[in-house]
């Protein structure tokens, strides 16, 4: 078993679980068992014992020593690797995550960068328009209210909801949306991450 960990321990790049793993597998316990009871029996044939009994003891506790040594010495290396290991992979998961972020942040700028422009411009041509049929529409209704014609239109946006006018509920999308306008002549600096951003406001106002 110790073999094994010292073996682990002259590998580098050993991951947290893996040294934690061989922390609890260190046989320290055992090694100091070992130990107390060779100075045990020691003791024992220093009173009452031969000199080859003695002696064979003596290096066999020499080697229990040793191996208690190592024991300690594997537990003090592996929590000192265990720290390191932990903090790295503390830092790889930041670095990791903020990589993950920053791609994302950057391919969501590159595709604003791409299709904003056309859909703001569409999105406005299209407000533009509801706002013109709702204008239409309004005006053909007061001219039935002031004919006592009953033949009133329903509003675009009554249609759009399925039959709830917005202004009762969110609000009407003529006053609710809000878009800034991308000059293409200032594309070039989109590729400029110091350049200021000089997007100007739609020129679209609800009646």
Known sequence: MLANILGLLKKSGAGSADLRQALT??????AKAAVERLEAERRRLLLDGSEKDLK????????ARRDLDRANAATEELQRRIAEAEA??????????RKAVEDEAQATADA???EYPALAHKLVAMLKRLQAADTAVREFNHRCYASNRDLRIS?????VFNGYHPDGLNGSLLTQVSL?????????AWN???APFRGRPMTFKAA
């Open 192 to 194: 400029d991450p110091q």
């Open 88 to 97: 790295k992979e503390k830092t790889d998961a930041f670095n990791a995550e």
């Open 56 to 63: 064979a003891v003596e290096e066999t506790l020499a080697s």
């Open 25 to 30: 597998e260190t046989p320290t316990a055992e």
């Open 155 to 159: 509003m675009v946006q009554e249609r």
């Open 180 to 188: 800034p306008d991308i000059d293409p002549e200032f594309a070039p």
């Open 112 to 114: 604003i960068r791409k």
